[in-house]
Structures are given as C-alpha cells and as structure tokens.
C-alpha cells in the first residue's frame, strides 16, 4: 500500500456508531534526528510500532500508530528526523517528509529539552512556517534528563523559535504529560468517525515491522558508521505446515564487505546474536514460534544508487 495516499484512508469503515463530536486524523512527528520522536509515538499508542536506538537517523520509513480514544483516534505517521541531505537516501527521506506535512492534520515539532536550539531546529521551523495550513504543536520532550528551571528555559526558547499552536514539555521515558499531548493533538483533529478498527495499533505489514526489528537487533553494539549503511529486506515469511512456527528468510544488506565481516563477528558470533535478539522480539510481535534464516549480503554503495534503493524497496516510499 503506498505510505503516503492518506486520503484514501478517510474512507470511513462501517462502524456500528460513534460518539458525538468523535474526532478522527492524522498527526505527524517531525524534528532532528534522535530527538525522541519513536519513543514518544510508541509511548502515545502503547506499544513499540516504531524502533528506537541511541543512534541518529534510526527511522527511515513513514510508520504509523494508532492512538485509541473514546472521544478520538489518532493516526501517528513517523518520520525520518529532518535534515540536510547527504545522500540520495538522504534526499528521498526528506522530499518523503515535506510530502507527508502537506497530508496530515497536525504536525508535532519535537526539540529535546536538554539541548541548546541549534541550526538543525531553525531549519525545520523555517519549513514548518511554510506549512500554513496546518497547524504545528511544539513539543519539548526528554523533560526528565534536565531540571525543571532548564525545562522553561527551553520552552520559552521554542516559544520565540516560531508560531505554534501549542507547546508541550513531555517525557516519554518518565511518561510524563503523554495524556496531555494527546488531548493537544487530537484537538486539532477533524470531526469524523474512527477510520481504524478498534484495537488495531499500526497498518505496517507485519513484514516490514520485522525487518524494522532485524535492522534495529542489527544496531546493537556496531560502529557509528554502520547503522547508516544497513538495509533488511524480509524475503519470505509463512507458517510452515502442520507446525506452531512462522519460517522467515531475510537478508541483511551493507554496503561493503568490510562491513559484512563486522555484522557476522568472529565466527558468526554476532550475526547469532542478532539472530536470537531479532527473534525473540519477532515472536513476541507475532504471538508465534519464529525460524529466522538470517543472510548477510553486501549491496555495494546501495544508498547512492537508485537501482538498489529500488530493490531494497525505498522507492515505494518516495
Ligand atoms: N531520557 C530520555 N530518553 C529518551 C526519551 N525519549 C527518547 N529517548 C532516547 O533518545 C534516543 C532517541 O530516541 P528515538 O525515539 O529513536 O528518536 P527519533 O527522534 O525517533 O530518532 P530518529 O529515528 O533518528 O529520527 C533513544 O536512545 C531513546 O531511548 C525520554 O523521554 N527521556
């Protein structure tokens, strides 16, 4: 499904009824990389849609949760951090955000609390104000790894950064004000009926919420260099027969073969590792025993070349 038609999802389901004045849309997280936006869309649904790490540029695919009100549903659409590109990758994930600001109800600027406002920030409040149309909360998150006079030191700070609808310090961490940032947000919803069911958290393919899994076991204890380098594609995922266990084959790309040596480890130690970190985290996912075939691959400079971004299935998201 292309990530981005978010019209076609408006079309409402049948539902048996809703209540009066039930808010239903769409927000989307935007704000430098590493800031906090995944742990605080996770955080906003319950449950991890989106992987974290300590690394920047963790997110590179449009993900969304589902935020299950009784009087509102809000659909979280998460983006990559913004940011002035490198790479053709870095090109495409950032025409990817300016094309999702355009289609959402509400955008949620992130800047964490314990950082100084820097170019990074001022370059995305100078996209936002071109954003008119659509109105623009600011949240300063990661309250809890500052005090509370750094807090409204920041907070003033973002205050003078832009025109925003709303300013909200939050820490998804401590999970402090989460409720509060969701009745902001959904604020700023249409009326309208829930266009999810019920308890349905994310529309990502479970597909793509294992290979997110895989790449982010992959993260783990790698070389600051490396993350960027590294792409998963789930080749081939179904329950084997007559068995309580899911068999899945993925690769695992790099872009060079010193890279691969890395992601294998000394005997394959790590590329184990990987392997036994990604599955236990698939099977709680999939509420199923897993078989995951892990290959490691080398796609030489795939960030720069539009033919292996397009295998690597980047070009659905564009
Ligand atoms: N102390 C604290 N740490 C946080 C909080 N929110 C996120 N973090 C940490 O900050 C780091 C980055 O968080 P992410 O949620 O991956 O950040 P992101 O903005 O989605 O990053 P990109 O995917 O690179 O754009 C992780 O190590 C998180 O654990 C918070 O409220 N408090």
């Known amino acids: 499904m292309d990530d981005l038609d978010l019209e076609k999802l408006r079309v409402p389901l049948p539902m048996p009824s809703y209540p009066e004045g039930f808010r239903s849309g769409f927000a989307c997280f935007v704000g430098r990389?590493?800031?906090?936006?995944?742990?605080?869309?996770?955080?906003?649904v319950g449950q991890k849609v989106a992987i974290t790490s300590n690394r920047p540029q963790t997110t590179r695919r449009t993900v969304r949760g589902i935020v299950h009100r009784d009087d509102a549903q809000l659909i979280i659409v998460d983006t990559p951090g913004l940011h002035?590109?490198?790479?053709?990758?870095?090109?495409?994930?950032?025409?990817?955000?300016?094309?999702?600001?355009?289609?959402?109800?509400?955008?949620?600027?992130?800047?964490p609390a314990g950082e100084p406002i820097g170019r990074g920030d001022t370059y995305i409040a100078r996209e936002l104000a071109a954003q008119?149309?659509?109105?623009?909360?600011a949240l300063?998150?990661?309250?809890?790894?500052?005090?509370?006079?750094?807090?409204?030191?920041?907070?003033?700070?973002?205050?003078?950064?832009?025109e925003w609808a709303d300013i909200v310090p939050v820490s998804a961490a401590a999970g402090f004000q989460l409720?509060?940032?969701?009745?902001?947000?959904?604020?700023?919803?249409?009326?309208?009926?829930?266009?999810?069911?019920?308890?349905?958290?994310?529309?990502e393919p479970d597909e793509m919420l294992v290979a997110e899994l895989i790449r982010e076991a992959s993260l783990e204890g790698v070389r600051d260099e490396l993350p960027h380098s590294i792409a998963v594609v789930v080749e081939e995922m179904a329950p084997r027969e007559g068995r309580d266990l899911i068999d899945i084959y993925a690769s695992l790309y790099v872009e060079r073969p010193s890279q691969k040596a890395i992601?294998?480890?000394?005997?394959?130690?790590?590329?184990?590792?990987?392997?036994?970190r990604a599955r236990a985290q698939i099977e709680a996912l999939l509420g199923s025993r897993v078989y995951l075939d892990l290959r490691v691959r080398v796609?030489?400079?795939?960030?720069?070349?539009?033919?292996?971004?397009?295998?690597?299935?980047?070009d659905q998201q564009v």
Not at 149 to 154: C, D, I, K, L, T
């Open 299 to 314: 796609a030489k400079d795939w960030q720069r070349d539009p033919k292996q971004l397009r295998r690597l299935g980047f």
């Open 179 to 203: 409720d509060t940032v969701a009745d902001v947000l959904c604020g700023h919803l249409p009326e309208g009926p829930p266009l999810y069911p019920d308890g349905e958290l994310t529309d």
């Open 132 to 137: 008119r149309d659509t109105p623009v909360v």
């Open 84 to 111: 002035k590109p490198r790479t053709l990758l870095g090109e495409r994930l950032d025409s990817l955000v300016r094309s999702t600001l355009v289609e959402v109800d509400v955008i949620a600027f992130c800047i």
């Open 263 to 276: 992601v294998i480890g000394s005997k394959g130690a790590r590329l184990r590792e990987v392997g036994s």
């Open 140 to 162: 300063v998150t990661k309250t809890d790894t500052v005090d509370r006079a750094r807090v409204s030191e920041q907070l003033l700070a973002v205050s003078r950064l832009g």
């Open 33 to 44: 990389p590493n800031v906090g936006k995944s742990t605080l869309m996770n955080a906003l």
